[in-house]
């Protein structure tokens, strides 16, 4: 990289910004080919062929039996809280999305938050065990940026402890441990198909298990307590996804394995150009799992870099590159957790509060070219070689 750093009086590397989590568009032709069919057809929700079809593809992507479409991941778990008839306290990772709490709060229940281990970002299981207490009634995990959970060793926790496992999956539709999709683990699993995740629905979510009985409950559940017949059959909420939301899912996913083509591309790229750089890191999966790379995940050593996270950040912003943070500062961190003090965060959480102060996250997917990507990485080198520079200009 030759031309002056934005930061130090340069232009931008871009004339355009370079977003994170910008959504991916697959097909948009086939998109509204079936909107329109939908609207023909005058059947717009209230589980169409869309939505059933879309229900048994995600099923047979996720290697298991039963698919619940439903408006949203977020109230895919709370519909778990209620069916699994969980109460006291679930353990679950404090670095998540907030809603992985919110959820489990709004269901009365007492989120307890749990350290990380350092090297994956995934739940700890020694610390899960130290959590476990007499009111302990669920572990609830994360498959973090799509890297897959300690599943293992969290199905034998919860053996041995007779609690009830499952996962926020938020991030990881498309990706396996071991072979076996993500999907089939736990008692449950809940997706989300939110704009900005790898599986793109405009907003929408789903459970999917391998338990008929679970899944009856959860359809059930969704369509306010309802049963096939029509029948009333218990408390229920509406959670339905739409044939719109459908529509946009099934071109996703008829796009999914291009995408995660395009994603490992992206990927590889970063991981060679920032190879060597002092104090940057990219996380990588674990060998044998298979991740969608919806995420590229990046690490700032502020010793060796000579620059903190949050410095990279306002430099990258300066070249229109949107990198930012990632579930900073951590749920336990933030309200109304961090009030209650040890009700939530009852051990201290060292290693979550490092990664939550380290993580970077840069742009990728269909909307970035991989000579993009290795533009954003002549950046960051630059922003390295020249980090004396750069702290002297940001501190004025």
């Known amino acids: 990289m030759v031309r002056p750093l934005a930061v130090l009086g340069g232009t931008p590397a871009f004339a355009e910004k ?168 736990g008692r449950a699993e809940v997706f989300s198909f939110h704009a900005t995740k790898f599986l793109n629905a405009f907003e929408g979510g789903a459970v999917v298990t391998d338990d008929p009985d679970l899944a009856a409950q959860v359809r059930a559940m969704h369509n306010y307590g309802r049963d096939k017949a029509g029948a009333v059959r218990g408390l229920g909420t509406n959670a339905k996804m739409t044939e719109p939301a459908a529509a946009m899912g099934l071109a996703s996913l008829e796009g999914k394995e291009e995408l995660i083509r395009v994603n490992t591309e992206r990927h590889a790229h970063y991981a060679a150009g920032l190879d060597g750089v002092p104090g940057i890191s990219l996380r990588r999966p674990e060998p044998g799992d298979r991740v969608n790379h919806s995420y590229v995940v990046m690490e700032v050593d502020s010793r060796a870099a000579g620059l903190s996270r949050d410095q990279v950040i306002t430099a990258l912003h300066a070249e229109n590159v949107l990198a930012r943070d990632h579930f900073h500062p951590g749920c336990h961190r933030t309200p109304p957790y961090a009030e209650a003090g040890r009700l939530h965060t009852p051990r201290p959480l060292p290693r979550t509060e490092a990664l939550s102060a380290r993580v970077v996250l840069l742009p990728t997917g269909l909307g970035v070219s991989v000579e993009q990507v290795d533009e954003v990485c002549a950046v960051i080198r630059a922003l390295v070689d020249q980090a004396p520079a750069v702290r002297r200009t940001l501190a004025r």
């Open 18 to 185: 370079l977003h994170v989590g910008k959504p991916n568009i697959l097909n948009p032709q086939r998109v509204l080919d079936r909107i329109r069919q939908a609207m023909d057809s005058y059947v717009l929700t209230h589980s169409g062929p869309l939505v059933t079809e879309f229900e048994r593809r995600i099923a047979d992507a996720a290697g298991v039996t039963h698919c619940v479409a439903l408006c949203n991941a977020s109230i895919g778990l709370q519909i778990m809280a209620r069916v699994l008839g969980l109460h006291g306290e679930v353990i679950m990772p404090s670095y998540t999305f907030v809603a992985t709490a919110h959820t489990m709060r709004w269901e009365g229940l007492t989120p307890v938050f749990c350290d990380v281990d350092l090297a994956t970002g995934q739940l700890d299981p020694e610390e899960v065990r130290r959590l476990i207490t007499p009111r302990t009634t669920a572990v609830l995990g994360v498959h973090l940026w799509g890297n897959p959970a300690p599943v293992d060793a969290l199905a034998d926790i919860a053996a041995e402890h007779g609690l009830a496992l499952f996962y926020d999956s938020a991030h990881a539709f498309g990706s396996a441990h071991q072979g076996k999709p993500i999907g089939g683990f």
